[in-house]
C-alpha cells in the first residue's frame, strides 16, 4: 500500500493505493473551481442579438447569442461571412 501524507506530522493521506483520496481529490476540485472562476469569472456571457440585428459577421468574432434563431435561442460565431449555430454550424436565419 503507497501513502502519502500532505506534510510531516498532518498525517493525511492524499493518495493510497495509486489513487487519490477522496479529501484529495475534494481540494484539487475546489481549486479547479477556484482557478476557472478567476481565469474565466462565473460565467461567460454573449451579447443578445435577433435575427434582423446581426452584426456583420466579416468583422465580428466571438460568440453571441441569437435569441430569435428558426428553432430557438441559440448560440453563435462567426466564420468571417456568416453566423453559425454553434449545434449544427448551419447558417443562422
Known amino acids: 500500500m503507497t501513502k502519502i ?11 493510497q493505493d495509486g489513487k487519490a483520496t477522496l479529501a484529495f481529490q ?3 476540485d475546489e481549486i479547479t473551481q ?4 478567476n481565469l474565466l469569472g462565473l460565467r461567460i456571457q454573449a451579447t443578445s442579438y ?3 440585428t446581426l452584426p456583420t459577421a466579416a468583422t465580428a468574432a466571438g460568440l453571441i447569442y441569437v435569441s430569435d434563431e428558426a428553432g430557438g435561442a441559440v448560440l453563435a ?3 468571417n461571412v456568416n453566423w453559425r449555430r454553434v449545434t ?4 443562422v436565419s
Open 88 to 91: 449544427d454550424r448551419a447558417v
Open 50 to 52: 435577433t435575427v434582423a
Open 26 to 28: 475534494n481540494y484539487l
Open 77 to 79: 460565431f462567426s466564420d
Open 34 to 37: 477556484q482557478m476557472n472562476d
Open 5 to 15: 501524507l500532505s506534510k510531516p506530522g498532518h498525517g493525511v493521506a492524499l493518495i
